[in-house]
Each structure stands twice: as C-alpha cells, then as structure tokens.
C-alpha cells in the first residue's frame, strides 16, 4: 500500500486564499464594466435681452443638465411612470387648476411641486429652487417657457412676471 499523506491547509490560509479569490474575481468583473465620465452640468447663460425662443432652448438645456428634470420625467412615454410625462404638458397647464393660468400653474409645480399632484402619481419632486438643485429664478422662467413648448404655444418672455418667484 501506498503511504498517502494529506495536507491540512491551515484555516487562516484557507481564508486568504477566499478574500484574495473574490477581490481578484470583482476587479476583473468590474473592469468589464464601461466606465462613464460625469462631467458637471454646463452653465446656461440667462440674458436680459432673450427672446421667447432662446428662452426655451435655454430651458431645454436646462431641464436635460442642471435641472436634471429628465431624470424622473419623460417625454411621448407611457406605462408605468415614476413622475408624470411632460408631453403635451403646455397644452394641458392652463387647464389643469380652474382660474389658473399655464405660467401660474407651471410655476407652482416647479416651486411649490407638491401643491398640486397629478392623480396616480405620488409626491416626491425636489422644490427645484432650493439645494441640491437651486435652479435660479431666471432659469425657472426659461423652464416654464420650455415647458410651454411640449404641446403649447410659449408665451414667457424676460419681462414675465412669475408667481412665487423672489420677483414675481
């Protein structure tokens, strides 16, 4: 008969050789994985001189970087949602709270979002204006001429008065 000797691996070793196995595993999967630079949003510049249509490009800019509205919203989406899809939002503003205009209704949802919730849909949208956002009145007022955009006719223009705002 053969002598056969097993050899114990001591348990300490044993549970090297684990955390050693699994770190090497998780940095070769995460290496896989594509890496994406994040940048900071590009500042927009608000002008006093901006037309209608410049403020809605701005807002459009603003919503898609800074805003980061198009995080939680949509636009043309359907199925189960977490905030309401914006599409065709200027068209239904104006409608939405009687005695209420698109501007008055837009602002309120921006500056004060859960004053007025969209039925199915929980509150839960940031006060934009405030950290970690802090959106500027003037880059709320290209937002809401933006918004009037997706299905409306945008009226907001520099000189708007907007409701709730350190101006308006």
Request: proline share 9%; with cysteine; glycine share 10%.
């Given at each position: 008969?053969?002598?056969?000797?097993?050899?114990?691996?001591p348990p300490?070793?044993?549970?090297?050789?684990?955390?050693?196995?699994?770190?090497?595993?998780?940095?070769?999967?995460?290496?896989?994985?594509?890496?994406?630079?994040?940048?900071?949003?590009?500042?927009?510049?608000i002008?006093?001189?901006?037309?209608?249509?410049?403020?809605?490009?701005?807002?459009?800019?603003?919503?898609?970087?800074?805003?980061?509205?198009?995080?939680?919203?949509?636009?043309?989406?359907?199925g189960?949602?977490?905030?309401?899809?914006?599409?065709?939002?200027?068209?239904?503003?104006?409608?939405?709270?009687e005695?209420?205009s698109?501007?008055?209704?837009?602002?309120?949802?921006?500056?004060?979002?859960?004053?007025?919730i969209?039925?199915?849909?929980?509150?839960?949208?940031?006060?934009?204006?405030?950290p970690?956002?802090?959106?500027?009145?003037?880059?709320?007022?290209?937002?809401?001429?933006?918004?009037?955009?997706?299905?409306?006719?945008?009226?907001?223009?520099?000189?708007?008065?907007?409701?709730?705002?350190a101006?308006g």
């Amino acid at each position: 008969m053969a002598n056969t000797r097993k050899i114990e691996v001591p348990p300490p070793l044993k549970l090297a050789a684990l955390v050693l196995g699994t770190t090497l595993l998780y940095t070769y999967i995460g290496q896989l994985v594509p890496q994406k630079e994040v940048l900071p949003p590009e500042e927009t510049v608000i002008r006093a001189d901006m037309t209608t249509d410049d403020l809605v490009a701005a807002g459009e800019q603003i919503a898609a970087n800074k805003g980061i509205c198009l995080t939680c919203h949509t636009i043309g989406s359907s199925g189960p949602l977490r905030f309401p899809d914006l599409s065709g939002i200027g068209a239904r503003a104006g409608t939405r709270v009687e005695g209420m205009s698109d501007i008055e209704y837009l602002a309120h949802s921006l500056y004060a979002p859960n004053e007025y919730i969209v039925e199915g849909f929980a509150p839960g949208m940031p006060e934009i204006h405030r950290p970690p956002i802090g959106l500027t009145d003037q880059e709320i007022r290209a937002v809401i001429a933006w918004l009037q955009s997706l299905g409306g006719e945008p009226t907001v223009t520099m000189e708007t008065e907007i409701p709730l705002a350190a101006g308006g």
